[in-house]
């Protein structure tokens, strides 16, 4: 039997939560070997919240129009996560940087999921930044969360083909479909410690 520290994630969002839901379903499936200890949202109505709720997560709302300033929020997302005993914090789709509060406690344990083939298209529009520079392949990239916008060392990438007659919802669903795979395998190598920072790069093994 191994001793190996079991890692216990904390999972925040602000959306649908399709990537949650991968999420759960493969720690359900015994992919991943980690505990979903919260689901925390931004927004008080995000649909995450209730998909948490139905697959018997804890599901917490931390608004951040009730605080004055980042630092307060970022504070109250500390003080929720290490009262579960996160040692993971996953962002799928949080619409919100995080900063040095933050990063300070969760650096190098914070892991974010960008629609593009970052360092190209980072930012909150990169679908239809995608379309408008015609590319013609794009995808979706795990990485390390810093505190520049989708600047954190990359971890995993998967391409699709931008098709010539793609609309921003066309080419989404397309990546939505690989972001579902490679989070939960991102995820996966980091709870078997085969992560490990360098720099800017990620070596995995």
Same mark, same amino acid.
């Given at each position: 039997?191994?001793?190996?520290?079991?890692?216990?994630?904390?999972?925040? %969002?602000? /959306?649908?939560?399709?990537?949650?839901?991968?999420? !759960?379903?493969?720690?359900?499936?015994?992919?991943?070997?980690?505990?979903?200890? +919260?689901?925390?949202?931004?927004?008080? @109505?995000?649909?995450?919240? =209730?998909? &948490?709720?139905?697959?018997?997560?804890?599901? +917490? %709302?931390?608004?951040?129009?009730?605080?004055?300033?980042?630092?307060?929020?970022? &504070?109250?997302?500390?003080?929720?996560?290490?009262?579960?005993?996160?040692? $993971?914090?996953?962002? &799928?789709?949080?619409?919100?940087?995080? /900063?040095?509060?933050?990063?300070?406690?969760?650096?190098?344990? #914070?892991?974010?999921?960008?629609?593009? $083939?970052?360092?190209?298209?980072?930012?909150?529009?990169?679908?239809?930044? #995608? !379309?408008?520079?015609?590319?013609? +392949?794009?995808?979706? =990239?795990?990485?390390?969360? @810093?505190? /520049?916008?989708? =600047?954190?060392?990359?971890?995993?990438?998967?391409?699709?083909? +931008?098709?010539? @007659? @793609? #609309?921003?919802? #066309? $080419? &989404?669903?397309?990546?939505?479909?690989?972001?579902?795979? !490679?989070?939960?395998?991102?995820?996966?190598?980091?709870?078997?410690? $085969?992560? %490990?920072?360098?720099?800017?790069?990620?070596?995995?093994?």
């Amino acid at each position: 039997m191994s001793d190996a520290k079991q890692e216990v994630l904390g999972i925040l %969002c602000s /959306g649908r939560g399709t990537n949650l839901q991968s999420i !759960i379903t493969a720690v359900n499936r015994g992919e991943i070997a980690a505990d979903i200890a +919260v689901v925390i949202s931004d927004k008080p @109505d995000a649909a995450a919240l =209730t998909r &948490a709720e139905k697959a018997g997560l804890p599901a +917490v %709302c931390i608004d951040r129009r009730r605080f004055a300033d980042r630092d307060a929020f970022e &504070a109250a997302l500390i003080g929720e996560l290490q009262k579960r005993g996160v040692t $993971l914090v996953i962002l &799928a789709g949080f619409m919100r940087l995080l /900063g040095k509060t933050f990063l300070h406690v969760y650096g190098g344990r #914070t892991m974010n999921i960008h629609p593009a $083939l970052l360092p190209a298209f980072p930012g909150a529009h990169a679908h239809r930044d #995608t !379309i408008a520079y015609g590319v013609k +392949v794009s995808g979706c =990239t795990v990485h390390f969360v @810093d505190e /520049g916008m989708d =600047t954190g060392p990359i971890i995993l990438q998967a391409a699709v083909p +931008v098709l010539d @007659d @793609d #609309t921003e919802e #066309t $080419l &989404a669903a397309r990546i939505l479909v690989e972001e579902h795979k !490679i989070y939960p395998q991102a995820i996966k190598l980091y709870c078997e410690g $085969l992560l %490990c920072i360098v720099g800017r790069k990620v070596r995995i093994g």
